[in-house]
């Protein structure tokens, strides 16, 4: 059983960082390509970025681009966020997912797609 627990939310202003830890049971970052959504108030959950096990492809939502930043560390069984300039719109729950594969985990879709149980993350304007 695959367990991902996040950390690290909070309020904070517009343009201000914050990083987001998702600690995973043993040998889960080594074994499944990892990745965050986040879901707004009102909308459906969306996929935000997502790396591979060998930490050399990503998958990125257009309007994060150059402001969030996916990486992992193996060793640690940890995946982390890093949110730059944030805006209230991006204001939201954030989901650690973890899954098979890169493509898997980007659909989210899917009966092979573990999550964590989602951390808030409040930008005031």
């Known amino acids: 059983q695959v367990q991902l627990v996040e950390s690290g939310g909070g309020l904070v202003q517009a343009g201000d960082s914050l990083m987001l830890s998702c600690a995973a049971s043993?040998?889960?970052?080594?074994?499944?390509?990892m990745g965050w959504f986040r879901q707004a108030p009102g909308k459906e959950r969306e996929f935000v970025v997502a790396?591979?096990?060998?930490?050399?492809?990503?998958f990125t939502l257009d309007s994060v681009k150059g402001r969030f930043t996916i990486s992992r560390d193996n060793a640690k069984d940890t995946v982390y966020l890093q949110l730059n300039s944030l805006k209230p719109e991006d204001t939201a729950v954030y989901y650690c997912?973890?899954?098979?594969?890169?493509?898997?985990?980007?659909?989210?879709?899917?009966?092979?797609?573990?999550w964590g149980q989602g951390h808030q993350v409040t930008v005031s304007s």
């Open positions: 997912a973890a899954g098979p594969t890169l493509g898997t985990v980007q659909r989210g879709a899917s009966v092979e797609v573990y």
């Open positions: 790396i591979n096990r060998s930490r050399g492809t990503t």
């Open positions: 043993r040998r889960t970052c080594s074994s499944y390509a």
